[in-house]
């Protein structure tokens, strides 16, 4: 059974690169004690969350449905059959919250709006309650001086609008962009680092392909459609900020994964590429007007169908920062899968993994910075990364060191990557507190910060320490 990994692998190349062995040892050597301010005074350092998986107060002030209310209140699709009815209550607990994360010494913030909380029905009435919330939140962030960094969508899209269609609407283009132009007026005084979509190969793929998240659709037809709309509504998102927002700086993000073959044969390096066109390029390239990557997976020509005149052109749009978000690599095989013709291997005995089964392999972040730096974008800022480990509380405390190991490995990475020139401009964990893990429900705990979901109660991990210390010479 696939899940979320199914987008990550869905999501990701193949060539090889280069590894230099010598290189690599004398960063270990040096690496080991290596803290904060080596990545730069000008590096941002911060923590991500999403509305859905943090705030609760799901059918308070006035908050519409979205598709993840509808979803995970359907019995069978929540693996540990909890729900995101309170979630960890951040509606209610984010100034506290915001506090925390500042002792962390982390002075960026990443939330995202929840539409259904501003527009109820996706379009038309506003519910001002739900303005005032973010409002709330921004000023909270600001007094701190933390910065907040907004995403317009992660996920979850009002019902009201899915009923219309959702994703494979065309009309989904016209609600966003007044979505979009609504949040940037009320908030662009205020909020200067925004990003359009949280992962669309992630929730078109998971959501209207294998139907495994909400809106819990399949089909290729609607599926091509989706990816159409979503790359649409990047281009257009990025200009209603540009717009609306003085001295904005405007990001979109992606699931990213390298891709590498397991053997090195002609049959095994093209599934490689097939997988990466679908996980890691088939977003970014219409962005940059390189139009969609349909040469190596044929049967994406049908996205054609949707492609209307003038589409191509509005496609286009220079981000200032690309967010790059990566867990793990992926090792692919041919395989009989329909359309792909490629899969995801698992990981080998001995390979460690994740609660989430993932394999933690810090040198794929290198590389996958590598690969990306070679589109013309601007500047990457790494927008997620972490682990869900099985943590436990003992005497008020949770020794992660798993999970500071893995922070260490794909840090030391990413400063490599920097260190050869890639322009890796920031670092965002994922995440603060453990929250709502979409269809895994509460279970895997990625946080920096232990929840406990009975009483809400917030106890800083190792990790969390680990952080401060990392972070202390660089605020
Ligand atoms: C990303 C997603 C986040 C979070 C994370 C950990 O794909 O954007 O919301 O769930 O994965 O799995």
Not at 255 to 279: G, I, M, Q, W, Y
Not at 354 to 376: C, D, H, N, R
Request: some cysteine; proline content about 4%.
């Amino acid at each position: 059974m696939v899940r979320l990994e199914f987008l990550k692998y869905m999501l990701s190349f193949a060539s090889l690169a280069k590894f230099n062995p010598l290189t690599f040892d004398r960063m270990l050597e040096s690496g080991s004690d290596f803290k904060g301010s080596d990545f730069g005074r000008d590096f941002q350092w911060g923590v991500g969350t999403s509305a859905f998986q943090v705030e609760g107060a799901w059918d308070l002030d006035g908050k519409g449905p979205s598709i993840w209310d509808t979803f995970s209140g359907k019995e069978g699709n929540i693996k540990d059959k909890t729900n995101a009815k309170a979630a960890i209550e951040f509606y209610h607990t984010y100034a506290a919250d915001l506090k925390l994360l500042k002792r962390l010494n982390f002075e960026n913030f990443r939330f995202s709006f929840s539409w259904a909380r501003i527009l109820p029905e996706g379009s038309g009435k506003i519910n001002e309650k739900g303005l005032d919330f973010y409002d709330r939140l921004i000023d909270s962030c600001l007094e701190l001086g933390i910065e907040p960094w907004a995403v317009l969508y992660h996920w979850d899209l009002p019902q009201a609008l899915e009923d219309r269609g959702g994703w494979a609407n065309r009309d989904i283009i016209g609600w966003f962009s007044e979505y979009a132009d609504l949040c940037t007026r009320r908030f662009g005084d205020r909020v200067k680092h925004w990003m359009v979509l949280n992962e669309p190969a992630g929730f078109t793929t998971l959501g209207y392909l294998s139907g495994v998240h909400a809106p819990d659709r399949t089909g290729i037809g609607i599926f091509l459609a989706a990816v159409h709309h979503a790359c649409m509504c990047q281009a257009e998102g990025g200009r209603i900020i540009r717009q609306n927002v003085s001295g904005s700086h405007v990001g979109t993000t992606f699931s990213c994964s390298f891709v590498e073959p397991n053997k090195l044969t002609h049959c095994h390096r093209n599934a490689a590429d097939r997988l990466d066109v679908v996980l890691n390029r088939l977003f970014i390239e219409p962005s940059l007007g390189m139009g969609y990557p349909i040469v190596e997976v044929p049967f994406l020509r049908k996205i054609n169908k949707y492609i209307q005149p003038g589409d191509l052109e509005r496609l286009k749009f220079e981000f200032d920062f690309i967010g790059l978000q990566n867990y793990f690599r992926l090792i692919s095989k041919p395989s009989m899968i329909p359309f792909i013709w490629a899969n995801r291997m698992k990981p080998g005995d001995g390979v460690e993994i994740t609660e989430m089964g993932w394999e933690v392999a810090p040198e794929g972040i290198y590389k996958i910075l590598k690969q990306f730096s070679k589109y013309p974008i601007k500047e990457i800022i790494v927008t997620e990364n972490g682990a869900a480990f099985p943590d436990v509380m003992t005497d008020g405390r949770v020794h992660d060191q798993q999970r500071i190991d893995f922070f260490k490995g794909y840090l030391e990475q990413i400063l490599r990557a920097k260190r050869e020139g890639v322009n890796v401009k920031g670092y965002f964990a994922w995440t603060l507190i453990d929250n709502f893990e979409w269809a895994e429900g509460n279970r895997p705990r990625f946080g920096l910060v232990y929840n406990d979901f009975e009483t809400q109660q917030r106890t800083v991990k190792d990790s969390g320490y680990w952080f401060r210390d990392f972070l202390k010479e660089s605020v």
